[in-house]
């Protein structure tokens, strides 16, 4: 990936996050669902706190393009899940089916 070497550091971070959530809904939902539903795992929550929601959408852009992640990244819903070369760059195995959704 054409990162910083901080951004590919968070970028990694993301992958485990996704990778210890295969199966799971992650997204980027927090603006769409505060405090109304459960709780949905947020990849968010593995980038730095004060980064804003637009540079969240630009590093999954980045990680989405780079055929790491699948779902969308355009900010509508979010549903990453990582994909076989996600698992690779993290050198991690695959526990649960890939989804595609
Ligand atoms: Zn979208």
């Not at 997204?27 to 929550?45: I, N, T």
């Not at 355009?74 to 899940?81: A, I, M, P």
Request: aromatic share 12%; net charge positive; glycine share 10%.
């Amino acid at each position: 990936m054409n990162l910083k070497p901080f951004h590919k550091q968070v970028a990694r971070s993301v992958l485990e996050y996704l990778f210890a959530r295969q199966g799971e809904w992650t997204g980027l939902w927090d603006l769409y669902f505060a405090g109304k539903k459960d709780k949905v795992y947020d990849v968010a929550e593995a980038m730095p706190l004060h980064w804003s929601r637009r540079r969240r959408l630009a590093l999954m852009r980045v990680i989405v393009r780079n055929g790491l992640s699948g779902g969308c990244d355009c900010g509508c819903r979010g549903d990453f899940e990582i994909t076989d070369k996600g698992l690779i760059y993290i050198n991690k195995p695959r526990t649960k089916e890939y989804t595609g959704y």
